[in-house]
């Protein structure tokens, strides 16, 4: 099965102080370009907490006030010499619009809003009471201060208190410079029992995907028509053409419906030489479907039997479909 990753981003990462229209920054453009030329959507998923984009937000308030503060000293030297009529900006509410340009951007980006449910706050509030008493990280120790690091400790306990969203991955990685999360991998992973790592670069991160993913990477083009809804209806189609499947206790029965549920649980690649000594190419791709079928005793509410399948579709290095079979 083709590992998951989730690589949560801090607002260093993310820093933009630019506020015509909401976009986060440079580093996580460069994450999400790796993840579509290398043909990874289906694998690699970015996740920023909520009191990251707040903060994003917050620069993007400060820049426009910057900004304005600037204009307005400006027009009041040209306005000084009497002969120049200058027009002050008009007032703009800038968070109101702000709020709005940050819905948008979600709406259309694939990215993950981490935040920490109503029922949640009351015992992350004790949470952090705690960390600062015991100086537990990622709270950082400043002199004789052990509160420096507040807003890096609403990011973990919001991660901390993620589990539906890390529980789909095999893999977390933060992307931070900040060191004060570096004392954090043990208590995440004695929590989730996940693979979990710090990276402090994205060259770093970007290079440990690579090693992860070299097999999606170097045979993109056969994992993309394998997520591909063409590749879905023709493996669904297999099954209804079957037109019965065999339940739990062997029983064949109608089949009244079927489900993909993962595409491409996993991919082989096979090479072999024919009896000419050429060689060819072919690939065995594992799909999960669901498969409901007619006739049940259980009543009304699970009318139908649900069977798990899983087909194998071998494809040649064309991705015409060479043989179906059941796993």
Known sequence: ???????????????????????????????????????????????????????????????????????????????????????????????????????????????????????????????????????????????????????????????????????????VFLCSNDEGFSGCKKEFEDIYNKNFDIFTSVDFLLEKLKSIYSDVIDNKEVFSYANSEYFSEQVVGFIKDARVWPDFDGNERNIVEVRMMEKCVSLEKNEEADDEGIWHVSYRITSHLEAFLEGSNTGAEDEYPRVDVEIITTVNDTNEVIDFEVA
Request: proline fraction near 1%; hydrophobic fraction near 40%; charge should be negative.
């Open 1 to 171: 099965m083709l590992d998951k990753t989730l690589i949560i981003l801090d607002t260093n990462q993310a820093w933009n102080t630019g506020y015509v229209g909401f976009e986060l920054g440079g580093e996580y453009i460069r994450i999400k370009q790796f993840i579509i030329e290398n043909g990874l959507g289906n694998q690699v998923h970015i996740a920023i907490s909520k009191y990251v984009l707040e903060e994003v937000k917050e620069q993007k308030i400060g820049g426009y006030k910057k900004d304005v503060s600037r204009h307005k000293e400006t027009t009041r030297k040209l306005a000084s010499l009497g002969v120049i009529q200058v027009h002050d900006v008009d007032d703009v509410n800038i968070e109101e619009l702000l709020d709005v340009q940050m819905a948008e951007f979600l709406a259309k980006e694939s990215l993950t809003v981490l935040n920490l449910a109503d029922e949640d706050r009351g015992k992350v509030l004790e949470t952090i009471a705690l960390r600062a008493i015991k100086k537990k990280p990622p709270f950082k120790v400043s002199g004789k201060h052990s509160d420096s690091g507040f807003k890096d400790v609403l990011i973990w306990e919001t991660i901390m208190n993620s589990n539906a969203e890390i529980s789909t991955h095999e893999n």
